[in-house]
């Protein structure tokens, strides 16, 4: 996982959990510039945006941070709303995936 998603491990733990107790500290830190402790090698991939070192230690745009808090709230929404609804797998659905699972090992 990049370091860079790897950030947004204790945010997405507070929206989960407690959602009022992000700071704008927690965004500020997010976006700000972090030494990265091993200098980054300009001459290799530098068209490798992917590269675990290199995102290390650039900080998230406000704008891709706003997206990836949107999609992180909308998940937990998600989720809160089957979990208050009581949604259920189907008796039906199991069967399905029974039928399916045996066509495909013969």
């Given at each position: 996982m990049p370091e860079r998603v790897r950030q947004l491990g204790p945010l997405n733990a507070l929206l989960a959990h407690q959602p009022w107790r992000v700071t704008k500290e927690m965004i500020s830190e997010l976006t700000r510039k972090h030494k990265s402790s091993s200098p980054r090698n300009n001459n290799n991939n530098n068209n490798n945006h992917h590269d675990g070192d290199s995102s290390?230690?650039?900080?998230?745009?406000?704008?891709?941070?706003?997206?990836?808090?949107?999609?992180?709230?909308?998940?937990?929404?998600?989720?809160?709303?089957?979990?208050?609804?009581?949604?259920?797998?189907?008796?039906?659905?199991?069967t399905v995936r029974v039928c399916v699972s045996a066509w495909h090992r013969s």
């Open positions: 290390s230690s650039k900080p998230w745009l406000i704008s891709h941070l706003v997206h990836a808090v949107v999609i992180l709230c909308q998940h937990h929404l998600a989720a809160a709303m089957v979990l208050t609804l009581g949604v259920q797998h189907d008796a039906d659905m199991q």
